[in-house]
């Protein structure tokens, strides 16, 4: 993470640069004596190690390599990455070339060359990867970050053109967004085949399954964004897909609300689902997802299921506190807020969620590096350098439009229609610890409101001197364009502009992104994006490897006042309070045309009623999208606090940071970079493990003692007996559902594992930890409410090891305890009767899975499997 020089880059920071932003010598076996390489020491293919190395020898295809630890590695040369670049100076040099090659004269090629030289020199502007990666170095890579291709038309061959589509973007580089509103529910009739539709939901998971294949660039796997609106049937199956293992694994999720459903969530009023009348004549040529559009031209909507508006908002809400998604984009403030309302509607957001773009909109991004702009001499900004910066990068940034290779009409004509870019920032976190002040206290709001309003102004100002030597984006419109929300507030804080802009007019329609930058700000060794720091230690995975990290701001702190702790100013992600993460975003927003990628951390304890006011307050201070990470609620994470031996193995660290979009990458997953290095004792060797695994391995008395507990689970009654060793949980039998079921094998499965778990080692919060990773997992429906919802036999089992926990030994008590915690049979029924559902496990006394369609709705009638869901059915 650290650099040393403008023009050299050590450790991590090697790493990512020569991976993912070198111009890559496209055959590595070139690779000679002398050469930087960077070699791929473990060849795992969901947590490689890559390092970077000297070669010092080489005979045919093998080579030997003097890594940078000293050490010496052999290796196939197929196994390696020979870059032509070797340094940043290099790479500065390519980029200023390329970018400043569209100016119209050979005198303000070479004027404009050395602006974004200077620019580029020591990392004060960092071009986003797409540009550092292509710009002057292939004629296949796009150099924009952001696409939003439009939602698939419904029918087969328009989902397998989006498909396509979607394939080429990524496959050269581009990260994607796509809506799939515009594809009919689940269950729909589709009058051509004379059946009926699998739902949007099932053709996202094909989206997300191609996004996992393909490599993007040759240096990352793809990105992608799915977004489905409020209005959809198909809606609740969205929000709760990745509940269901295997479905959609490689994208991220948010649901685009409108104003109209929050209001309906605050009056607690019913939500229509609706869909068109798809047998209009005119379907197939006027559908596009646009249920306004659709509305307006007097055609039918047919309603397909009428609930409350607050359970599909609590639905959302409790999926983002168990996993971090969906996220949601309140998509129509952000249309009322948008510059292009006019012309372009915006239909969904980029993989990250901070560029919401129309259909074939494109948007490429770079950061201001503010840790730059410390004036130590005044203890202040540098103000003017930084409006230096900010106006030649308004300048960069346009010609990158000229300067990328577009791979689809569509987006060249869209692009060249509205000229669309998105200048950010990154190291926000360090300049303020610079200054002294703390992220998120009301002190850092009014800081917030001046740098961001001062950036703001500055890239506009620019854009109005480009419009008047270049000319102003194809579709401007200065009276229109000036209504905007975004544009009412700018211009009444900076009349100026609204002057400049009428006088001038505006060379790009939107200015202003405010990007993760994951893997660029830890190249460069600054915080990321406008986020704190996730912590001053810690540890990082990525598919360069699992490495501890230290910040080096932190470290020169700590290293010049030995002993004492760090001030007030030093603050982590974890350390903030939710609100004041959301607080922060809301101030910023206010001064990006765009959106931002924002997360509010929160802690592991943090409940559901939280995560709720949280995402209402976004909501209420004009944030455009908003998303939580609650603490340990992902299994698989990119950055923790501690490194614990066991989970480090399996390179699953405990706790992790993540954005509306930041830092995990699709396959979300979101895009930090991790150091390979790994200490002698993190991996022992199969010999130690097996001799480890002996030693601290319990074996099972003949005689055990425990307790049973009885719980309805969606599956039907679950009988869970726990027995101790030592006065400990021990071990877990599970009896649910019938004999031969897929219910009953995997609940024997689950029991096993989990006695496997509680029987090795010696460290005293097994059970916690087990509960901690069972509880609340859901799967296709749930039983019971409030503290007596049971969502899952994963969640039985966590109920009852905390009621096994709390007798203490004393089962009478424990027993008590379970009793009341489930439903009562005739007050279920009453409850059940009321809503007009089967209350589940009354039908038969167990459900199993259904093979065609997964949920637990496979019921056995009259010698036949039949499920209630899907209506899939074979005889036993």
Same mark, same amino acid.
């Given at each position: 993470?650290?650099?040393?020089?403008?023009?050299?880059? =050590? !450790?991590?920071?090697?790493?990512?640069?020569?991976?993912?932003? *070198?111009?890559?010598?496209?055959?590595?076996?070139?690779?000679?004596?002398?050469?930087?390489?960077?070699?791929?020491?473990?060849?795992? /293919?969901?947590? /490689?190690?890559?390092?970077?190395?000297?070669?010092?020898?080489?005979?045919?295809?093998?080579?030997?390599?003097?890594?940078?630890?000293?050490?010496? &590695?052999?290796?196939?040369?197929?196994?390696?990455?020979?870059?032509?670049? @070797?340094?940043?100076?290099?790479?500065?040099?390519?980029?200023?070339?390329?970018?400043?090659?569209?100016?119209?004269?050979?005198?303000?090629?070479?004027?404009?060359?050395?602006?974004?030289?200077?620019?580029?020199?020591?990392? @004060?502007?960092?071009?986003?990867?797409?540009?550092?990666?292509?710009? !002057?170095?292939?004629?296949?890579?796009?150099?924009?970050?952001?696409?939003?291709?439009?939602?698939?038309?419904?029918?087969?061959?328009?989902?397998?053109?989006?498909?396509?589509?979607?394939?080429?973007?990524?496959?050269?580089?581009?990260?994607? $967004?796509?809506?799939?509103?515009?594809?009919?529910?689940?269950?729909?009739?589709?009058?051509?085949?004379?059946?009926?539709?699998?739902?949007?939901?099932?053709?996202?998971?094909?989206?997300?399954?191609?996004?996992?294949?393909?490599?993007?660039?040759?240096?990352?796997?793809?990105?992608?964004?799915?977004?489905?609106?409020?209005?959809?049937? +198909?809606?609740?199956?969205?929000?709760?897909?990745?509940?269901?293992?295997?479905?959609?694994?490689?994208?991220?999720?948010?649901?685009?609300?409108?104003?109209?459903?929050?209001?309906?969530?605050?009056?607690?009023?019913?939500?229509?689902?609706?869909?068109?009348?798809?047998?209009?004549?005119?379907?197939?040529?006027?559908?596009?997802?646009?249920?306004?559009?659709?509305?307006?031209?007097?055609?039918?909507?047919?309603?397909?299921?009428?609930?409350?508006?607050?359970?599909?908002?609590?639905?959302?809400?409790?999926?983002?506190? @168990?996993?971090?998604?969906?996220?949601?984009?309140?998509?129509?403030?952000?249309?009322?807020?948008?510059?292009?309302?006019?012309?372009?509607?915006?239909?969904? %957001?980029?993989?990250?969620?901070?560029?919401?773009?129309?259909?074939?909109?494109?948007?490429?991004?770079?950061?201001?590096?503010?840790?730059?702009?410390?004036?130590?001499?005044?203890?202040?900004?540098?103000?003017?350098?930084?409006?230096? &910066?900010? #106006?030649?990068?308004?300048?960069?940034?346009?010609?990158?439009?000229?300067?990328?290779?577009?791979?689809?009409?569509?987006?060249?004509?869209?692009?060249?229609?509205? #000229?669309?870019?998105?200048?950010?920032?990154?190291?926000?976190?360090?300049?303020?610890?610079?200054?002294?002040?703390?992220?998120?206290?009301?002190?850092?709001?009014?800081?917030?409101?001046?740098?961001?309003?001062?950036?703001? @102004?500055?890239?506009?100002?620019?854009?109005?001197?480009?419009?008047?030597?270049?000319?102003?984006?194809?579709?401007?419109?200065?009276?229109?364009?000036?209504?905007?929300?975004?544009?009412?507030?700018?211009?009444?804080?900076?009349?100026?502009?609204?002057?400049?802009?009428?006088?001038?007019?505006?060379?790009?329609?939107?200015?202003?992104?405010?990007?993760?930058?994951?893997?660029?700000?830890?190249?460069?060794?600054?915080? %990321?994006?406008?986020?704190?720091?996730?912590?001053?230690?810690?540890?990082?995975?990525?598919?360069?490897?699992?490495?501890?990290?230290?910040?080096?701001?932190?470290? *020169?702190?700590?290293?010049?006042?030995?002993?004492?702790?760090?001030?007030?100013?030093?603050?982590?992600?974890?350390?903030?309070?939710?609100?004041?993460?959301?607080?922060?975003?809301?101030?910023?927003?206010?001064?990006?045309?765009?959106?931002?990628?924002?997360?509010?951390?929160?802690?592991?304890?943090?409940?559901?009623? =939280?995560?709720?006011?949280?995402?209402?307050?976004?909501?209420?201070?004009?944030?455009?999208?908003?998303?939580?990470?609650?603490?340990?609620?992902?299994?698989?994470? &990119?950055?923790?606090?501690?490194?614990? =031996?066991?989970?480090?193995?399996?390179?699953?660290?405990?706790?992790?940071?993540?954005?509306?979009?930041?830092?995990? =990458?699709?396959?979300?997953?979101?895009?930090?970079?991790?150091?390979?290095?790994?200490?002698?004792?993190?991996?022992?060797?199969?010999?130690?493990?097996?001799?480890?695994?002996?030693?601290?391995?319990?074996?099972?008395?003949?005689?055990?003692?425990?307790?049973?507990?009885?719980?309805?689970?969606?599956?039907?009654?679950?009988?869970?007996?726990?027995?101790?060793? +030592?006065?400990?949980?021990?071990?877990?039998?599970?009896?649910?559902?019938?004999?031969?079921?897929?219910?009953?094998?995997?609940?024997?499965?689950?029991?096993?594992?989990?006695?496997?778990?509680?029987?090795?080692? +010696?460290?005293?919060?097994?059970?916690?930890?087990?509960?901690?990773?069972?509880?609340?997992?859901?799967?296709?429906?749930?039983?019971?409410?409030?503290?007596?919802?049971?969502?899952?036999?994963?969640?039985?089992?966590?109920?009852?090891?905390?009621?096994?926990?709390?007798?203490?030994?004393?089962?009478?008590?424990?027993?008590?305890?379970?009793?009341?915690?489930?439903?009562?049979?005739?007050?279920?029924?009453?409850?059940?009767?009321?809503?007009?559902?089967?209350?589940? $496990?009354?039908?038969?006394?167990?459900?199993?899975?259904?093979?065609?369609?997964?949920?637990?709705?496979?019921?056995?009638?009259?010698?036949?499997?039949?499920?209630?869901?899907?209506?899939?059915?074979?005889?036993?």
């Amino acid at each position: 993470m650290e650099t040393k020089s403008a023009g050299k880059l =050590e !450790g991590l920071s090697e790493k990512i640069f020569l991976d993912r932003y *070198a111009w890559k010598n496209a055959d590595s076996k070139a690779a000679k004596v002398g050469d930087t390489v960077l070699v791929l020491t473990k060849d795992d /293919p969901k947590f /490689p190690t890559k390092e970077v190395g000297e070669v010092i020898n080489r005979e045919g295809q093998q080579v030997t390599i003097r890594l940078r630890s000293g050490e010496t &590695v052999e290796s196939d040369v197929e196994k390696l990455t020979l870059t032509v670049e @070797k340094t940043p100076d290099e790479l500065w040099e390519r980029l200023s070339r390329a970018i400043a090659s569209v100016e119209d004269s050979d005198e303000k090629q070479k004027l404009w060359q050395e602006r974004f030289r200077y620019i580029l020199d020591d990392w @004060k502007l960092v071009p986003g990867g797409r540009i550092a990666a292509g710009a !002057g170095a292939s004629d296949e890579l796009t150099l924009f970050n952001c696409y939003v291709i439009p939602s698939p038309h419904d029918s087969r061959g328009g989902i397998m053109k989006t498909l396509t589509e979607m394939t080429e973007v990524m496959a050269r580089g581009g990260g994607v $967004g796509i809506n799939l509103s515009s594809l009919r529910p689940r269950r729909a009739v589709v009058a051509g085949v004379n059946g009926s539709s699998s739902g949007a939901v099932s053709w996202g998971g094909l989206f997300s399954y191609t996004t996992g294949l393909i490599e993007q660039g040759g240096s990352r796997r793809g990105a992608l964004m799915l977004m489905m609106h409020d209005w959809h049937p +198909d809606v609740l199956d969205f929000i709760t897909v990745k509940q269901t293992m295997g479905q959609v694994t490689n994208a991220n999720l948010s649901v685009c609300v409108s104003n109209d459903f929050m209001h309906a969530v605050k009056e607690d009023l019913d939500w229509e689902l609706v869909f068109p009348d798809t047998k209009d004549p005119e379907y197939d040529a006027l559908w596009d997802g646009d249920l306004e559009a659709w509305r307006s031209r007097g055609k039918r909507v047919i309603p397909y299921k009428t609930v409350p508006a607050r359970e599909i908002w609590h639905t959302i809400i409790e999926s983002a506190w @168990k996993s971090a998604e969906p996220g949601v984009v309140f998509m129509e403030h952000y249309n009322q807020m948008s510059n292009s309302w006019y012309f372009n509607p915006l239909i969904a %957001t980029n993989p990250c969620g901070e560029q919401g773009l129309p259909a074939w909109g494109v948007c490429n991004l770079s950061a201001i590096n503010l840790s730059k702009f410390y004036d130590e001499a005044n203890h202040d900004v540098a103000w003017d350098e930084l409006a230096k &910066v900010t #106006r030649y990068s308004v300048r960069f940034l346009d010609n990158v439009i000229d300067a990328t290779p577009y791979h689809f009409e569509e987006n060249e004509r869209n692009q060249k229609l509205e #000229r669309r870019i998105g200048l950010g920032s990154m190291g926000l976190a360090e300049l303020m610890i610079k200054l002294g002040i703390r992220y998120g206290s009301p002190e850092s709001l009014e800081f917030l409101e001046r740098i961001y309003g001062f950036i703001a @102004k500055e890239s506009y100002l620019a854009s109005t001197e480009i419009a008047a030597e270049k000319g102003s984006f194809n579709a401007f419109e200065a009276d229109k364009f000036l209504q905007s929300g975004f544009m009412r507030h700018m211009t009444d804080s900076f009349p100026q502009i609204g002057e400049a802009i009428r006088k001038r007019g505006m060379r790009n329609v939107t200015v202003l992104t405010q990007a993760p930058t994951g893997s660029t700000g830890t190249m460069v060794g600054t915080s %990321t994006g406008i986020e704190p720091y996730f912590a001053f230690e810690y540890y990082r995975q990525s598919r360069l490897g699992y490495d501890k990290q230290l910040v080096p701001i932190a470290q *020169a702190w700590k290293d010049n006042h030995p002993g004492e702790e760090l001030p007030d100013f030093f603050v982590t992600s974890m350390s903030l309070s939710a609100e004041d993460h959301i607080r922060v975003q809301a101030a910023i927003q206010r001064w990006v045309d765009s959106s931002i990628s924002k997360t509010a951390n929160c802690p592991n304890d943090f409940t559901v009623e =939280e995560t709720k006011r949280l995402y209402e307050l976004a909501f209420e201070l004009g944030c455009k999208g908003v998303t939580i990470y609650r603490d340990g609620s992902r299994d698989v994470q &990119v950055l923790s606090t501690k490194k614990d =031996e066991e989970e480090s193995k399996e390179r699953t660290p405990e706790a992790a940071t993540t954005a509306f979009g930041q830092v995990l =990458e699709p396959a979300h997953q979101q895009s930090a970079e991790a150091s390979a290095a790994q200490s002698s004792d993190a991996v022992p060797t199969a010999p130690r493990e097996e001799s480890v695994i002996d030693k601290q391995y319990k074996r099972r008395p003949s005689v055990l003692r425990g307790a049973t507990y009885k719980i309805n689970t969606p599956f039907g009654m679950a009988y869970i007996t726990i027995n101790d060793i +030592d006065g400990t949980p021990a071990e877990i039998f599970l009896n649910v559902g019938k004999a031969g079921s897929d219910v009953f094998a995997m609940a024997e499965a689950l029991g096993r594992v989990c006695s496997l778990f509680l029987r090795y080692g +010696d460290h005293g919060n097994k059970v916690k930890l087990l509960v901690k990773h069972l509880k609340g997992i859901g799967g296709s429906g749930a039983i019971g409410f409030g503290a007596n919802r049971v969502e899952s036999i994963a969640d039985a089992v966590a109920k009852s090891l905390e009621l096994h926990m709390i007798g203490s030994g004393d089962h009478e008590t424990a027993a008590a305890q379970a009793e009341s915690s489930v439903v009562p049979d005739a007050e279920a029924d009453t409850i059940m009767a009321s809503l007009k559902m089967p209350f589940p $496990g009354t039908e038969t006394i167990t459900k199993d899975l259904c093979p065609s369609c997964g949920s637990a709705s496979l019921i056995h009638v009259e010698g036949c499997r039949t499920c209630a869901g899907c209506g899939y059915s074979r005889c036993t």
